[in-house]
């Protein structure tokens, strides 16, 4: 099993009807074949800057390379991510 | 349920007995009541320069802060947190 996780901020205002559309339009990433365990997640630690977390499961690295090249994931990432993310960090965990 | 994790590299060689033991003296972090679902990981993703992670989880804030002030985790983290992490990242989230 390979969790992806990306811990992330929006260039959307907090609250905001397009933050809300960007996070119900991620969900469109759980009809990719392999997206095992999808949630959308609230970053609530003050010790960090980041507002919101996705994190997936993979049940080895064939779905996951499978997934990153899915064309709606490919979508998702030209036509969604890249123009209104303002920054982000993608955290993979296997189990030790 | 509050998900608290903390992304990390050691002061340590990779594979040294040094890195295993603070891996496996971890483990007393698992008898602070109120941790749930407590997972020690191996960081994967080229896109960061963590080495591994801990991720737990909590019933409610309460709970959380009840494992930060006990005497196991104060503990850990003056004795060997604090001595042996070369950096860390902490990252909570709860369900959106």
């Known amino acids: 099993m390979i969790r992806h996780t990306v811990v992330f901020s929006l260039k959307h205002a907090a609250g ?12 469109v990433l759980t009809e990719i074949p392999g997206v095992e365990r999808f949630e959308r997640l609230k970053q609530v630690s003050t010790k960090n800057d980041y507002a919101f ?36 960090l993608e955290i993979d965990y296997v189990a030790l």
């Open 16 to 27: 905001s009807p397009e933050e809300q559309a960007f996070l119900r339009d991620a969900l």
């Open 53 to 88: 977390g996705f994190s997936m499961e993979f049940v080895d690295q064939a779905a996951y390379d499978a997934y990153n090249i899915h064309p709606k994931h490919v979508a998702f990432v030209s036509e969604r991510w890249v123009p209104e993310v303002e920054r982000f």
